[in-house]
């Protein structure tokens, strides 16, 4: 198989031109930090709390699961290996290629939206999957193996934790038990692998769990506000969560750890956790505060 994805990313790559390169890259840009903050701040602020829950917490598992098996197998991509193939991405190519980051993440946060929304959302999700899967391999940063393996996770994670969630979102008490299981099973990571995605990984599925569950029990927001109401409050909280990133960053790097070295990616844990319940309980308890 490995020959067979040579060969269709030299094809890709020779035959896609300017455009195929700036139209995958675009795709791939859609699987980044930004636009699912943005998109959760919508949906969780302003929207659906469940749904955004849901989706949340989907994104979450993902990049902790995928974070973790790429700590554990630690396989060159294909630009490291072939120097025939050019890295057209390099911002988002760093670490092992197996499994696919982007694809098991968009995919996982495609078909939640599918799963909840049901409808023609199912072949959006097929259609944006396949194009993600292409837009790494056109990168040059994967191989047919790291993104078919990424998208069968994604949606493997994205049907059985939507399942499981249903289940239990009634009763606060077993979904926070349930949670604790994902986190528990997890956990080693953060002392064996010396992988610093999945430190941010675990660092925002962990604090949107508590996060979440700290809300329904002491917070209570409502989305149910005027329009206006709502956009501010999208606008506002989107601005600030990625002022709290930079400044934690920041403020992290005063202390002087060595870039990928275990103090480093726990600082990284701490920054992320800190951002997910920020924006998943300070907030809408500012809001609720506010009556806004």
């Keep these: 198989m490995e020959q ?16 195929g390169e700036m139209f995958f890259n675009f795709i791939s840009f859609l699987g980044e930090q930004y636009v699912y903050i943005l998109i959760l701040a919508i949906v969780y602020w302003a929207y659906d709390k469940k749904f955004g829950e849901y989706l949340a917490t989907t ?14 197998t630690e396989l060159p991509r294909p630009y490291e290996t072939y120097s025939e193939i050019d890295n057209l991405r390099p911002e988002t190519s760093y670490g092992s290629a197996f499994p696919s980051g982007h694809t098991q993440a968009f995919s996982s946060f495609l078909f939640a939206i ?20 292409m837009s790494r391999m056109y990168l040059g940063v994967h191989y047919l193996r790291d ?23 009634n009763d606060n008490q077993k979904l926070i ?13 953060l002392f064996f692998l ?6 941010q990984g675990y660092g925002i599925m962990t604090g949107l769990m508590l996060a979440t569950s700290l809300e329904k029990k002491y917070v209570g927001f409502s ?25 934690l960053k920041l403020v992290f790097g005063f202390i002087g750890t060595e870039e990928g070295s275990w103090p480093y990616n726990m600082l990284d844990f701490i920054r992320y956790f800190i ?17 806004y």
């Design 177 to 189: 038990q349930y949670y604790s299981m994902i986190a528990l099973v997890l956990l080693p990571g």
């Design 59 to 72: 994104l979450g598992i993902s990049l902790s699961t995928n974070n973790f098996i790429k700590g554990i």
């Design 194 to 199: 010396d992988n610093n995605s999945f430190f």
């Design 275 to 291: 951002v997910s319940l920020m924006g998943f309980l300070v907030y809408p308890a500012i809001f609720k505060r506010l009556d």
């Design 147 to 169: 993104v078919l393996v990424g998208a069968t996770l994604g949606i493997t994670i994205a049907l059985g934790h939507g399942f499981l969630f249903n289940k239990f979102y």
């Design 114 to 133: 599918a799963y909840r929304l049901k409808r023609y959302w199912w072949l959006i999700a097929i259609i944006l999957t396949v194009l993600m899967m």
């Design 223 to 247: 989305t149910d506000k005027p329009l206006k109401t709502l956009v501010i409050r999208i606008a506002v909280g989107f601005a600030l969560l990625l002022a709290s990133l930079l400044i």
């Design 4 to 19: 067979i994805s040579v060969d269709l990313i030299i094809w890709l790559q020779n035959t896609g031109g300017v455009l």
